[in-house]
C-alpha cells in the first residue's frame, strides 16, 4: 500500500476529493449530521469502503467532538437520555451482525425507509407535531445497527429528533452530541479491528483535517442564515439521496449476487 492514500490518482480526483470533503463537512456544520451522505457515496467511486468509513469515521469523531463542544449546552438531554441506550444496545447488535446479515436486503429497506420519509417531509404536511419518545427505541436501535454495518445511522437519529424537537439550533446541538457518541463508540471498534491503525489512514485523515474545520465553519454561518424550514427541507434533501445511494448500493450488491 501507498504511504499516502492520495498517491498516484489522476489529477481530477485530486481535485474533486478536497471539493467534496468541504461539501460533507459544510451540510454537517448546518444540519447537525449528513457528512458521510455527501463524502462516502461520491469517494466510492475512486476508493474502496474499506478505507473510507475508517478514514471518515476518524474524521466525523473531530467533526463530532468539536461541534458537541460548541453546542453540548443547547443540547435537549431528555432527548439524549432517549435515544442512547437503545442506540448503544443497536451498536452491539450491529457488531454482533456484522459478518452474519445478508447486507443488500437490510440495506434495500433501509434506504427505501430513510428516503420515503425524506420525500414525506418534503411533500407532505408542514405542521410540526411531536411524536412519542417512545419512537426513540426503534430510532435508536435500528441507528446503531446501521452505524456499525454501513456507516449511515444518522439519518435514523434525525428523523427521531426532527420529530421531537422544534427549535432548529436545539435540533441541531442534540443531533452533533448523540452522533459524537456513537462516532466515538465506532472509532473505538475500528481502533481495536486494526483499521484505523493504517498509517496511509492517518496521513490521509492528517491532510484533510483543515478541509473539515473550514467546512464545519461554513456550515456554521449557513445554519445561522437559514429558517427552520429550510433547516428541514435540507434535512429532507439529504434523507432522500441518502436513501436513494443506499437502495442503489443494495441492488448492485444483489446483482453481484
Known amino acids: ?12 480526483v485530486l481535485v474533486a476529493v478536497p471539493l467534496i470533503v468541504l461539501a460533507g463537512y459544510t451540510v454537517f456544520g448546518a444540519t447537525g449530521f449528513g ?10 467511486h475512486w476508493f474502496a469502503l474499506t478505507a ?8 466525523d469523531c473531530a467533526a463530532t467532538v468539536n461541534a458537541s463542544f460548541r453546542q453540548w449546552r443547547r443540547a435537549q438531554w431528555a432527548e439524549i437520555r432517549h435515544i442512547v441506550p437503545p442506540m448503544l444496545l443497536g451498536i452491539a ?46 430510532a ?7 452505524s456499525v454495518l454501513f456507516g449511515t445511522g444518522g439519518p435514523l437519529y ?25 462516532v466515538l463508540v465506532r472509532t473505538v471498534l475500528f481502533v481495536a479491528t486494526g483499521l484505523l491503525l493504517d ?17 464545519y465553519a461554513l456550515g456554521n454561518r449557513l445554519h445561522f442564515a437559514l429558517s427552520r424550514a429550510g433547516v428541514l427541507r435540507a434535512i429532507a434533501v439529504l434523507l432522500v439521496g441518502n436513501g436513494a445511494w443506499l437502495a442503489a448500493r443494495a441492488v448492485a450488491l444483489l446483482r453481484d449476487d
Do not use: Q
Not at 36 to 44: E, G, Q
Not at 158 to 178: E, Q
Open 1 to 12: 500500500m501507498p504511504a499516502s492514500l492520495f498517491a498516484d490518482l489522476p489529477w481530477h
Open 35 to 44: 457528512s458521510s451522505i455527501i463524502i462516502v457515496p461520491a469517494l466510492a
Open 52 to 59: 473510507i468509513v475508517p478514514l471518515f469515521t476518524a474524521l
Open 93 to 138: 447488535a450491529g457488531a454482533l451482525l456484522l459478518f452474519n446479515l445478508p447486507r443488500a436486503p437490510a440495506l434495500l429497506a433501509l434506504g427505501v425507509f430513510v428516503a420515503a420519509y425524506g420525500a414525506y417531509l418534503l411533500l407532505g404536511r408542514r405542521e410540526w407535531r411531536a411524536a412519542h419518545p417512545a419512537w426513540a427505541w426503534p
Open 140 to 146: 435508536g436501535l435500528l441507528g446503531g445497527v446501521f
Open 158 to 182: 434525525m428523523i427521531y429528533l426532527s420529530a421531537r424537537i422544534h427549535d432548529k439550533t436545539v435540533l441541531r446541538a442534540t443531533s452533533s452530541v448523540i452522533v459524537t457518541m456513537s
Open 199 to 215: 498509517a496511509p489512514l492517518l496521513v490521509a485523515a492528517a491532510l484533510l483535517l483543515p478541509l473539515m474545520l473550514a467546512g
